[in-house]
C-alpha cells in the first residue's frame, strides 16, 4: 500500500490525507455541537428529545450545519478509501457505505426534523404532526444509520477473516448495539431509557468511525 501511495501525486496525497482526517473529526465536532446545544438550548432533554429536533427554533441553523457538516466530511473520507482501502471495509463495499452515511446525514440536516413534545418553545406536548419535510427526515436517518451498521457488519466479517479478533468483535460489537437501540427506540416510541441509550449508540458508531479512519490513514501514511 505504502508503493502504491508513493508513485501518486504529491497533490493527490495530500487531498486523501486531509479528507481522511476530515472523516477523523466529523464525529468528535458532531458529538460535541449537539451536545453542546442540547444542554444550553431552553426546553430541551436528551430523556424526551432526539437531537434532531434542535434543528428547529432559531438556532436550528446550528444543527442543520451541524448535519450537513459531517455528512460532507464522511462523503470525502469515503472519496479518499477509494484510494486507500481499509482492511475491514475493502476498496468498494465500505467507501459505498460510508458514502451513503454522509448522504443521509447531509439528507437529515435539509429536511428538518419537526417539532416535538414540547421543543422548540412553544410547541405543544406530545409527537404532534409529521409534515412532509419530517418524513423526509426520518427516511434520511434511516439511509445513514442502516449505511453505518452494514459498514460495521462488513468489517467485522472481513476482519475477522483475516485473524484480527480485536478489531472484528469491535466492530460486530458496535453494528449491533447500534441496531439493537435504534430498534428499541422506536418499538418503545421514545421512551426515557431508550433514548438514552440510542444516544450512546449514535456516540458508539462514531468513535468506531473515528477509530477506523484513523487506522487507514495511519497505515496508509504512517
Do not use: K
Not at 2 to 7: D, M, P
Not at 39 to 50: I, K, N, S, T
Not at 75 to 90: D, E, I, N, S
Amino acid at each position: 500500500m505504502t508503493e502504491v501511495i508513493a508513485v501518486r501525486p504529491v497533490d493527490e496525497v495530500r487531498t486523501v490525507r486531509a479528507l481522511l482526517a476530515g472523516g477523523v473529526v466529523a464525529g468528535p465536532l458532531w458529538v460535541a455541537l449537539a451536545l453542546a446545544q442540547g444542554l444550553a438550548r431552553q426546553g430541551f432533554d436528551f430523556r424526551r428529545h432526539p437531537v434532531s429536533v434542535l434543528s428547529n427554533g432559531d438556532l436550528g441553523w446550528l444543527q442543520i450545519g451541524n448535519f450537513v457538516l459531517a455528512g460532507l466530511l464522511c462523503v470525502g473520507a469515503a472519496w479518499a478509501l477509494r484510494r486507500v482501502p481499509h482492511l475491514g471495509l475493502g476498496p468498494v463495499g465500505g467507501p459505498w457505505l460510508l458514502g451513503q452515511y454522509g448522504v443521509g446525514l447531509v439528507l437529515s440536516g435539509i429536511f428538518v426534523a419537526d417539532p416535538l413534545d414540547g421543543f422548540p418553545a412553544g410547541t405543544p406536548r406530545g409527537a404532534g404532526a409529521v409534515s412532509w419535510h419530517g418524513l423526509g427526515h426520518f427516511g434520511a436517518g434511516a439511509v445513514a444509520f442502516a449505511a453505518l451498521i452494514a459498514a460495521c457488519l462488513l468489517a467485522a466479517r472481513r476482519l475477522a477473516r483475516r485473524g484480527e479478533r480485536g478489531w472484528a468483535a469491535y466492530s460486530g460489537a458496535t453494528g449491533v448495539f447500534f441496531a439493537a437501540a435504534w430498534l428499541a427506540m422506536i418499538g418503545s416510541g421514545g421512551r426515557p431509557a431508550t433514548m438514552l441509550l440510542f444516544g450512546l449508540a449514535v456516540v458508539a458508531g462514531w468513535a468506531w468511525l473515528s477509530a477506523t479512519l484513523l487506522r487507514a490513514r495511519r497505515e496508509a501514511f504512517g
